[in-house]
Nanobody, 126 residues
Framework: QVQLVESGGGLVQAGGSLRLSCAAS????????MAWFRQAPGKVHEFVTT????????YDANSAKGRFTISRDNAKNTVYLQMNSLKPEDTAVYYC???????????????????WGQGTQVTVSS
């Protein structure tokens, strides 16, 4: 059974940085395409960024471009989200998601992801 465990969330001032981590177990990590989504209070899940199984392909939502970077370490079964220049509107619960996929195509809709973490809260104060 695949388990995804996020960590690294917290409270940060606007303009600050956070690095989220998501540790995976239960499947061969290098066979997984990974993504980060977020959900703000009263809003639906929003795609943030994704990375393919090898790390050769990434795709960012417009809200993340230039500020957020996704990366992965297949030796550590972990995907990361480096968030810089944080804004109050980045406040949300951030979820790690995975799909079994060894291609290069990227997916931004949450229904394409089979496995989800429990989420980690990110709060950005103004």
């Amino acid at each position: 059974q695949v388990q995804l465990v996020e960590s690294g969330g917290g409270l940060v001032q606007a303009g600050g940085s956070l690095r989220l981590s998501c540790a995976a177990s239960g499947l061969t990590f290098s066979s997984l395409s990974m993504a980060w989504f977020r959900q703000a209070p009263g809003k639906v899940h929003e795609f943030v960024t994704t990375i393919n199984w090898s790390g050769s392909t990434t795709y960012d939502a417009n809200s993340a471009k230039g500020r957020f970077t996704i990366s992965r370490d297949n030796a550590k079964n972990t995907v990361y989200l480096q968030m810089n220049s944080l804004k109050p509107e980045d406040t949300a619960v951030y979820y790690c998601a995975a799909r079994a996929d060894t291609g290069t195509r990227y997916y931004t809709d949450k229904e394409y992801y089979h496995y989800w973490g429990q989420g980690t809260q990110v709060t950005v104060s103004s």
